[in-house]
């Protein structure tokens, strides 16, 4: 264990001759903090050297060490930092009941069950009927030997051949096509499972016909998952984004999450940083960099040199350049060659957020939720950050001191108390509401408690104030990141199934479907209906970028994207 530089002059400096000059409130309260470090950090040790030990031991073809000791020994404390059981006590609990869910309940056919006469004493008389709703499901095949009518006219020398209805050209239905998509990105299945339930059914198709059927031939569903991405980027004020790992053919990439209420997008990049965000925001089109004021002050903020800020200020100052026309400046920087690519990443940076900003070809959005990621940061006008994600920072500190945890205990409880006062203010929001609730954050933010490591963490909350405040002048967005995440969780129990995408052109398909089957849920249309509908070319169900512009109450943007 090692303790800060500056802790360690600290206990340096006290000697024989100085020590009784220690004994006052404010060293004392500073050595019990170094002792609380020291013993939170003796414990995570402890976790990892026995983690080490056990790994070593099972390499060897031993055993690691039992997760506990005796039926004595209490479990560990538990590593789950969540805090959505603190957000849901917050929440209404909507009753349900049986009888609304058998109300939805789709009636296929109707019996009535009989009492033999036989068992019927003679004074019997009917009562009625006490109706019971039993939900069953058959799957059947329904294989098809169409004879498809051939006609041959020898006048013109030619061959006329009937059609097939529309999706039942090959030698697969748009059931069974719409079952596999459904399987694969509704329900998480791989694909050897699908083929096993498909087998059990009698239905011969080979693995390699499964993994076409998911990669190949989707240009309908590509089409479609543009316009789900381009309506739900216009849908609202706000979106919300996240990321999470990927594997793509082994390598390492990131899958980025964009959502909103209305929408859930998946878009899968080698990187996750500022220019891959706003390449994803870019929605297609030429990412362009504007060199003025507002990205020289970008790049202040960003580190940038100042002689390179006046190099850059001297040749291209109120330019919009694209990529090509940008690289010959950025080449000849007067910067440090280690240096260099990180330089080149945060001045484009900043000419990329300066022209999506002042740019009149497509909306851009206006409100950002995230956690508080820095590649997130400076995008949007107004970036906004998740309540819920600085909870749960707070409850990863684990003080060993009983003192420690009741404070730490009391401050979590005013934290949720205040948090549940802001989703009051969601529903009944006033400029009066909003000054109180200013207020009330500074007051609790400035909380001092002698606990070093709580008052770090509540120093961190109170500085970004305006992120976390953003609520109070824009009461529709919400105040934690959870759409996003469990967007991040679907990818990852995507992963979990299937590890990894092989060919750009499955990543492309996976990211297509899970779009499409995350955004149905959220507009109510049955994924597998809506698979059927497009292999069919029926049209009963609208395109969900439609839909999505519908629910959000707005019309489609007046200007096309490209």
């Not at 019996?111 to 068992?119: F, M």
């Not at 909870?391 to 009741?406: A, F, I, M, Q, V």
């Amino acid at each position: 264990m090692s303790l800060p530089n500056q802790d360690l002059i600290f206990l340096n400096s006290i000697t024989q001759e100085n020590i009784n000059e220690f004994f006052t409130p404010e060293t004392l309260l500073r050595l019990v903090n170094i002792i609380e470090s020291q013993l939170s950090e003796n414990a995570i040790l402890k976790i990892q050297i026995q983690e080490l030990r056990d790994e070593n031991n099972r390499l060897k073809g031993e055993q690691g060490k039992p997760k506990f000791d005796s039926k004595k020994q209490k479990p560990p404390k538990s590593t789950d930092y969540s805090s959505e059981d603190e957000r849901k006590n917050l929440q209404p609990k909507p009753n349900k009941g049986r009888g609304e869910r058998n109300h939805k309940v789709k009636i296929d056919r109707e019996e009535i069950v009989r009492v033999p006469q036989a068992d019927l004493p003679a004074d019997a008389v009917f009562k009625g009927y006490d109706e019971i709703i039993v939900q069953d499901i058959k799957i059947v095949t329904d294989n098809i030997r169409y004879k498809v009518e051939l006609w041959y006219s020898p006048s013109e020398n030619k061959t006329y051949r009937a059609k097939r209805p529309e999706g039942y050209r090959g030698e697969f239905g748009p059931h069974i096509r719409a079952l596999i998509l459904t399987l694969k990105y509704g329900c998480n299945v791989s694909e050897p499972a699908i083929h096993t339930f498909l087998d059990y059914f009698g239905i011969l198709l080979s693995k390699s016909t499964i993994s076409r059927f998911l990669t190949k031939d989707l240009d309908i569903f590509h089409k479609e998952y543009d316009e789900i991405v381009k309506a739900g980027l216009s849908s609202a004020r706000y979106q919300q984004i996240d990321d999470t790992g990927a594997r793509v053919n082994g390598c390492q990439y990131h899958t980025h999450i964009l959502c909103n209420e209305f929408y859930t997008a998946f878009l899968t990049r080698p990187h996750k940083d500022r220019l891959t965000v706003l390449e994803i925001l870019f929605c297609e089109h030429e990412m362009k960099f504007t060199f003025d004021s507002a990205s020289f002050d970008l790049m202040k903020t960003f580190r940038v040199p100042n002689k390179i800020i006046l190099y850059l200020q001297k040749n291209v100052f109120a330019q919009t350049l694209n990529s090509e026309l940008l690289e010959p400046w950025l080449q000849s920087l007067p910067s440090d060659t280690k240096q260099k690519d990180s330089l080149i990443r945060r001045i484009k940076e900043a000419g990329a957020i300066s022209y999506y900003h002042t740019q009149k070809e497509w909306p851009a959005i206006e409100i950002l939720m995230s956690d508080a990621a820095p590649q997130f940061a400076h995008i949007a006008l107004i970036h906004a950050l998740c309540w819920i994600h600085e909870g749960r920072h707070l409850k990863k500190l684990n003080p060993t001191l009983t003192l420690y945890r009741e404070l730490l205990e009391l401050f979590l409880e005013k934290f949720w108390d205040f948090y549940k006062e802001l989703n009051e203010y969601k529903v009944e929001n006033s400029p009066e509401g909003a000054r109180r609730l200013e207020q009330e954050f500074d007051y609790l933010f400035a909380t001092k408690t002698g606990y070093g490591d709580l008052d770090e963490r509540i120093l961190r909350i109170a500085n970004n104030k305006q992120e976390l405040l953003a609520v109070l002048e824009n009461p529709e967005i919400p105040l934690h990141n959870n759409a996003a995440e469990l967007g991040a969780r679907v990818q990852v129990r995507k992963r979990d199934v299937s590890l990894h995408t092989i060919t750009p052109e499955g990543t492309k398909a996976q990211d297509t479907f899970m779009t499409i089957v995350q955004t149905a849920k959220k507009l109510g249309v049955n994924p597998i209906a809506y698979f059927y509908d497009r292999f069919t070319q029926c049209h009963v169900i609208d395109p969900l970028g439609v839909l999505i512009h519908k629910m959000a109450g707005v019309p489609p943007p007046t200007t096309q994207f490209r």
